[in-house]
């Protein structure tokens, strides 16, 4: 029986799983137009379209495959070239045993080893015309006197004084007086080439009533007096001009009551109304004298400057030098130095060094080594430790752990031989420089 009232799918439990749409007002006609859509639910409308994908053909031109995050960037047009598949690797193998890091490591480690390299290198033409460092060797012969230097090539410049510099023939430079007077207008016409001082004339003929006139001596416009300052200001200011009248202002004469009553003129006391007997004198000021009448009394200059005596101006006898006993500072004879030194060669260093210990006992490098360090400095080794003496089982491992291609007795003559010239004492500097010349 409930089977029979209930529509739709039905689930486990026997409850209808989607309803469909009742009518609950049967008599009221529904308004627009009714039309069936397939799958047409809340769930269907909540949920995005699935958009096709992109043909191959067209995906490989987008940026966003070309570009793609963790991919390689390939041309569209070798996309789907799939010939290089065949192959597992380009190039050519190499040998076993020549790894990277000695392909890396071109640059002998030594002295030592860079001269036995020259030597191996020396069999080749290329080495032998083109020695590094020096410019190719082509076999060309130059006659001897060219050859010693003493004829150069090219044709030699006369360097005396009668020689004539290119710039001069060029452009000639004559003195004015070598110059005749018609020479000299043919510049001017030509040149404009006038002397310095010298009044350009133009050749005018200046004739007046009073006859002909010197261009040298006239001077054109009207004497004035020479004793008139800001001339040219009151001509074009003429109504500033204190000589020129001015036409006068008639005013009214309550405007210039009201303004003599209210405003304050420069110098003069402000009038408050109460006629003219009441003004004070001109001559007489208001307030209280700042100078007393008396002798005593004095201004603001003797305040300033005061009145000191001569002996009361020179300095003082203790001025620039020390008058206490003991405290004076005078020279020892003995010529001593104070204070601390800022490198305590004096003193001998810890053996182990804080870090909290700033003071420089000497053994620390200098300023041309922090610039320019040593090759060894990485290593901790300094310039000084090649001139420290060593004994021979020390030069054997040291010259053994380079690699170098020399058996003991090699190394033991050449030790014998700077132990004989610098007195029993043998560095590393100095056995390498023995070994460089048995080389």
């Keep these: 029986r409930h089977r029979r009232h209930c529509s739709g799918a039905m689930n486990e439990y026997m409850v209808p799983a989607v309803a469909k749409p009742m009518d609950r007002m049967p008599q009221i006609p529904a308004a627009g137009v009714t039309m069936f859509v397939p799958n047409d639910s809340a769930a269907n409308s909540m949920r995005p379209t699935t958009p096709p994908a992109t043909p191959d053909d067209i995906h490989k031109w987008r940026k966003s495959s070309i570009h793609a995050p963790g991919t390689i960037s390939k041309h569209p047009g070798y996309v789907d070239d799939k010939d290089h598949l065949r192959v597992q690797m380009y190039g050519k193998k190499s040998d076993e045993g020549i790894g990277v890091q000695d392909l890396m490591q071109t640059a002998p480690k030594s002295h030592i080893i860079e001269r036995a390299l020259e030597k191996k290198e020396a069999i080749y033409q290329s080495s032998k015309l083109e020695p590094l460092g020096v410019a190719m060797t082509r076999g060309h012969e130059l006659p001897e006197n060219l050859a010693n230097g003493e004829m150069p090539f090219g044709k030699g410049t006369p360097h005396n004084y009668l020689g004539m510099a290119t ?14 007077e018609s020479v000299r207008e043919q510049y001017k016409k030509s040149h404009a080439s006038y002397a310095p001082g010298e009044q350009r004339r133009r050749n005018y003929s200046w004739n007046t009533q009073e006859g ?23 001509a074009l200011h003429p109504k500033e001009d204190p000589f020129v009248p001015n036409a006068p202002t008639i ?18 006391p402000k009038p408050v109304g109460h006629g003219d007997p009441a003004r004070p004198a001109p001559e007489d000021g208001f307030g209280m004298p ?27 006898v203790d001025l620039g030098c020390a008058v206490r006993p003991g405290w004076r500072n005078i020279q020892p004879e003995d010529d001593r130095s104070f204070g601390i030194p800022n490198i305590r060669t004096d003193v001998r260093p810890p053996v182990v060094k804080s870090v909290a210990d700033h003071q420089n006992y000497g053994n620390e490098p ?9 090759h060894f400095s990485q290593l901790d080794i300094n310039e000084g430790d090649f001139l420290k003496a060593q004994s021979l089982d020390q030069i054997k491992s040291l010259f053994h752990a380079i690699n170098t291609p020399f058996g003991d007795d090699v190394l033991e003559d ?26």
């Design 167 to 180: 710039k001069t023939l060029l452009a000639p430079v004559e003195p004015p007086e070598a110059l005749s």
């Design 212 to 234: 002909e006139l010197d261009p040298s001596v006239f001077r054109f416009g009207k004497p004035g007096d020479a004793t008139e300052h800001n001339a040219i200001y009151y």
């Design 251 to 268: 005013m009214s004469k309550a405007l210039e009551d009201y303004k003599e009553v209210t405003q304050e003129q420069l110098g003069k």
């Design 290 to 316: 700042s100078k007393r009448k008396g002798e005593d009394d004095w201004n603001a200059r003797q305040c300033l400057e005061g009145q000191y005596t001569l002996e009361m101006q020179r300095p003082d």
């Design 366 to 374: 200098t300023g041309g080594e922090v610039i320019a360090p040593s």
């Design 414 to 439: 050449v030790y014998n031989q700077v132990s004989a010239e610098d007195e029993g004492v043998v560095s590393i500097a100095s056995f390498r420089a023995a070994l460089f010349d048995r080389l």
